[in-house]
């Protein structure tokens, strides 16, 4: 069973959540931090906090697959999103949570130099 078929057994994906997602596309198109973050967020705050760890390799061996590892103990988790502030297009990826799913995130994201990455 693929990736996204388990995840749909599990009740984590359901359909009209994949087809009612919108591609982000300003947030692709920012060419700098805090515009890829306006596009996603808006006018609402985003504020700094201890409760998010991200996980990633200080010098990564392939620049176009670095594994990164983002988990929370925050409740009611809705979304997380990477930022990559000195690629040139810094949002990275972001993945919406399913209620009860908790706030874990693997994944691999392209990066064209060492650079903060920084997940909201």
Known sequence: MGTI???AAAGLLT???LLAASWPE???GAKNES???????GDTPVVDSDAISIKAPLQAENG???PIKVWTSLSDVESIAIVVDKNP???????EVMP???GLYSTRIKMGQTSP???Y
């Open 26 to 28: 300003a947030a692709f």
């Open 64 to 66: 176009a697959v670095v």
């Open 89 to 95: 297009a810094p949002y990275a990826t972001s993945v």
């Open 117 to 119: 990455v920084t997940c």
């Open 15 to 17: 359909p009209r959540r």
């Open 5 to 7: 078929a388990v995840a």
């Open 100 to 102: 009860g799913a908790g």
């Open 35 to 41: 515009d890829a973050v306006k596009a996603l967020f």
